[in-house]
């Protein structure tokens, strides 16, 4: 059974900073190129940051410079580092893994970023 657990969200304040964290079980993690994507209150599900097998990594433009993505293949785990965040920022964070035909979903962790 596959699962995508995420975890580090909550209550920030506009300039602060949050950890994300994706502990992906059932699947084997270093073929999946690993992303995050985040949903805000009646808008889309939008891609924030990936990162390839082999550890290339994209941004959207709203957030380059400000989050970075890694991932750690010995404990399954991949990350989002938040920096300076901004109320912008509010939004559900998803853990997404991506193998071409077939992906996966977590469930989602909620960060609300406060002015």
């Known amino acids: 059974q596959v699962q995508l657990v995420e975890s580090g969200g909550g209550l920030v304040l506009f300039g602060g900073s949050l950890r994300l964290s994706c502990a992906a079980s059932?699947?084997?993690?270093?073929?999946?190129?690993m992303g995050w994507y985040r949903q805000a209150p009646g808008k889309r599900r939008e891609l924030v940051a990936v990162?390839?097998?082999?550890?290339?990594?994209d941004y959207a433009d709203s957030v380059k410079g400000r989050f970075t993505i890694s991932r750690d293949n010995a404990k399954n785990t991949v990350y989002l580092q938040m920096n300076t965040l901004k109320p912008k920022d509010t939004a559900v964070y998803y853990c997404n893994a991506d193998l071409g035909d077939m992906q996966y979903w977590g469930r989602g962790t909620l960060v609300t970023v406060s002015s």
């Open positions: 990162i390839a097998r082999g550890g290339s990594t």
């Open positions: 059932g699947i084997t993690f270093d073929r999946y190129a």
